[in-house]
Every structure is written in structure tokens, then in C-alpha cells.
Nanobody, 121 residues
Framework: QVQLEESGGGLVEPGGSLQLSCTVSGNILRLNAMAWYRQAPGKRREMLASMTGGGNRMYEDSAKGRFTISRDNAKNKLYLHMNSLKPEDTAVYYC???????????????WGQGTQVTVSS
């Protein structure tokens, strides 16, 4: 069983930066992939970025150029660094781990509880 705990959310002004952390119980290198998702009020959950166990990164269009996914293997942590934040980035941000290919797409088996990010002046 893998447990994930996000932290680092909060209130930030437009144009500001924020770094989210996801602490993994156990060895992060045993996971085949990890990802960051977000869900805004009234909207579907969307994936932002993913990183495989081998270190390959992938970004969705909404994250390209502003968000960076990274990992600290020694600390068993996954990060999402966000720059140039906009009010439309306001959402609950989730960390996910260990994906499975189901019905033509990846699904993640483990999820954190989420951390709120609010971008507002």
C-alpha cells in the first residue's frame, strides 16, 4: 500500500510562484510513474504532468512552460513547481502514483488527499 501526502498549497497572488510537495510512504523508485492532477470547482479533474520511474517527464498543455515536475529520490518526494500563476490555476492539486494501462489510457492506483491552491489578489 502506498500513501501520498501533498503539501505546499496556499494563497498566492497572480504572477506568483508556488511549489507543491508530495511525500511518498516507502521507496519512490519502486513506483512506475507519478503525476500531478488538479480539479477546479465545477470542472473535471485534469492531469498536469507525469514522471516515469526512469525520469521521463510529460506535460499537458495547461502546464507546459509554467510548471515543472521533479523528484527527490533520497527524500521520497515528488514536486510541482509552478510559475506565473493565474486565477484560473485555482484548484485542488493532487499527487498520484503507480499507473496501470486500462481501456486505452493510464489510470493511477494511489492518490493523495489534495492541497488547495488559490490564486487571487
Amino acid at each position: 500500500q502506498v500513501q501520498l501526502e501533498e503539501s505546499g498549497g496556499g494563497l498566492v497572488e497572480p504572477g506568483g510562484s508556488l511549489q507543491l510537495s508530495c511525500t511518498v510512504s516507502g521507496n519512490i523508485l519502486r513506483l512506475n510513474a507519478m503525476a500531478w492532477y488538479r480539479q477546479a470547482p465545477g470542472k473535471r479533474r485534469e492531469m498536469l504532468a507525469s514522471m516515469t520511474g526512469g525520469g521521463n517527464r510529460m506535460y499537458e498543455d495547461s502546464a507546459k512552460g509554467r510548471f515543472t515536475i521533479s523528484r527527490d529520490n533520497a527524500k521520497n518526494k515528488l514536486y510541482l513547481h509552478m510559475n506565473s500563476l493565474k486565477p484560473e490555476d485555482t484548484a485542488v492539486y493532487y499527487c498520484a502514483a503507480d499507473r496501470t494501462w486500462v481501456g486505452g489510457r493510464y489510470e493511477y492506483n494511489y492518490w493523495g488527499q489534495g492541497t488547495q491552491v488559490t490564486v487571487s489578489s
